[in-house]
């Protein structure tokens, strides 16, 4: 995947030196991530890494104990989900947190409803502006008045996104997008990626996938028991090496201790 170029251009995130603990565990300990703008940054390790801890931080679910967050570069402060959203960053949930009895344009604007100058719902205007963003995602999405319930696991997960890109979202959190997807619908997903880099929204993709991190990402992040182990280029990098980061904690090139 094209490497981005990165000098002279401000990161979208940086997390600096993120710590967090639970009771006694270390959940996230001294991480230090960043995104840059038209990137895909990869967040790859086991169950318990803490990856999901360390992007809740981004999100506002969690507050970090110690470090910083700056964003476009400048010092941000997240204490809950609505900071997070009034700086451009949209979380898309594993589980996609859909309304499954309503359409495709009642999701897109859920809690946040198109009105008519009388304060109705203006259902006309949503489905509208829902078929005009969805020509550009995903244009085979013909599914406008059917609950989401009847949806492909990709046409949902186009739904989910075509709500972040709607509101503006700049930098996108996935939480293993792909998981639970067929061959088809991921490369769906592979191809809204693709489209949300070059409208260049930066994207944070959780996974525990080696080979979506290969073909979807710029760079991958590997944790292990919340530290980070390194961060590579995922050109610079085979699979085993990415491998060897998750399992042993040993970054390409340095000894394992
Ligand atoms: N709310 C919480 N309370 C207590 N422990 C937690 C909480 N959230 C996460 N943890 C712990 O933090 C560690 C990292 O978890 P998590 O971030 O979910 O890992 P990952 O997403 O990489 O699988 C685990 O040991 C987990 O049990
Ligand atoms: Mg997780």
Redesign the pocket.
């Known amino acids: 995947m094209a490497q981005v170029q990165k000098q002279g251009v401000t990161p979208l995130v940086e997390m600096r030196d993120i710590c967090i603990s639970?009771?006694g565990?270390h959940?996230v300990d001294h991480v230090s991530v960043d995104l840059y703008p038209g990137e895909v940054v990869g967040l790859l390790?086991h169950?318990?890494?803490?990856?999901?801890?360390?992007i809740k931080i981004l999100s506002g679910a969690y507050q970090a104990d110690s470090g910083e967050i700056h964003v476009r570069g400048k010092k941000a402060t997240i204490t809950n989900p609505r900071d997070a959203r009034a700086l451009k960053i949209e979380t898309i949930y594993q589980t996609l947190a859909l309304a499954d009895n309503l359409d495709a344009a009642s999701n897109l604007f859920l809690g946040r409803e198109l009105v008519t100058p009388l304060g109705l719902v203006d259902d006309d205007a949503m489905e509208a502006e829902t078929r005009k963003i969805m020509a550009k995602l995903n244009p085979n999405f013909k599914k406008f008045n059917d609950p989401v319930s009847a949806l492909s696991g990709g046409q949902r997960q186009s739904v989910a996104i075509a709500r972040a890109v709607y509101f503006d979202a700049q930098i996108l959190i996935m939480d293993e997008p792909t998981a639970a997807l067929g061959p088809h619908e991921t490369q769906m997903v592979s191809e809204l990626i693709e489209q949300l880099k070059a409208q260049g929204i930066g994207i944070f993709l959780?996974s525990h996938d080696i080979h979506d991190v290969m073909k979807l990402c710029d760079r991958a992040s590997v944790?292990k028991n919340?530290q980070l182990v390194g961060t590579v280029d995922v050109d610079d990098v085979t699979d085993d090496d990415l491998l060897g980061m998750i399992i042993l904690g040993k970054k390409p090139g340095v000894a394992a201790d």
């Open positions: 639970f009771g565990v959940a390790g169950n318990g890494a803490g990856k999901s801890t360390l959780i944790m919340g």
